[in-house]
Every structure is written in structure tokens, then in C-alpha cells.
Nanobody, 121 residues
Framework: QVQLVESGGGLVQAGGSLRLSCAAS????????MGWFRQAPGKERERVAA????????QYADSVKGRFTISRDNNKATAYLQMNSLKPEDTAVYYC??????????????WGQGTQVTVSS
């Protein structure tokens, strides 16, 4: 079992930055890859970034490439999503999720409760 708790969401003006954190507990953190997702009202959930167990492999959605950075600290059992140059269309609930593998398999077994990010224009 893995428990995930996101934090760091909030209200920010367009062009601003936020850093989301995802604290994990339970199973050893380095045993699984991580992903960050978002879902806006009326839209499908979108994976915005993923990272393998070591941080050596990362993937980004085209919509956030060059603006968002995913990272992890295995010693702290925490994943991060640094979001820069935020746009109103980034407004959504952001979720972190634990992959079933330590590489990016795309199959996520555990999810956090989500944190709201609102970007005002």
C-alpha cells in the first residue's frame, strides 16, 4: 500500500509559479515511478509529467513542456512538480500517482486526493 498526499496548490496570477509536492508513505518510494495528472471541470484527466524511480527519465505533456519540471527526492519520499509561466488553462485539480513499476509503465495503482491550482488572468 502507498499513501500519497499532495500540497502546494493555490491561487496564482498568470505568469506566476507554484511548486506542488507529493509526500509518499508505505511502500519504499524508490520502488515506483511517479506521475502528475490534472483534471479541469468538464475535461478528461491528463497526465502532465512522469518520472522513473531514479529521476533519470522524465516525460511531459506537450501542453506543459518547457514550463513544468518534475523531480523527486527518494530520501524524502517526495515528488515535486515545479510549474512556471502558469496560464489560466493550467487551472485544474492536480493529482500525483504511483506507478505500478519503477519505470514509467503508465499503470498507476495509487492516487493522492488532489490539490487545486487556479491561475487568474
Amino acid at each position: 500500500q502507498v499513501q500519497l498526499v499532495e500540497s502546494g496548490g493555490g491561487l496564482v496570477q498568470a505568469g506566476g509559479s507554484l511548486r506542488l509536492s507529493c509526500a509518499a508513505s508505505g511502500r519504499t518510494f524508490r520502488y515506483y515511478a511517479m506521475g502528475w495528472f490534472r483534471q479541469a471541470p468538464g475535461k478528461e484527466r491528463e497526465r502532465v509529467a512522469a518520472i522513473n524511480w531514479s529521476g533519470g527519465t522524465v516525460q511531459y505533456a506537450d501542453s506543459v513542456k518547457g514550463r513544468f519540471t518534475i523531480s523527486r527526492d527518494n530520501n524524502k519520499a517526495t515528488a515535486y512538480l515545479q510549474m512556471n509561466s502558469l496560464k489560466p488553462e493550467d487551472t485544474a485539480v492536480y493529482y500525483c500517482a504511483a506507478d505500478s513499476k519503477n519505470w514509467i509503465s503508465g499503470q498507476y495503482d495509487y492516487w493522492g486526493q488532489g490539490t487545486q491550482v487556479t491561475v487568474s488572468s
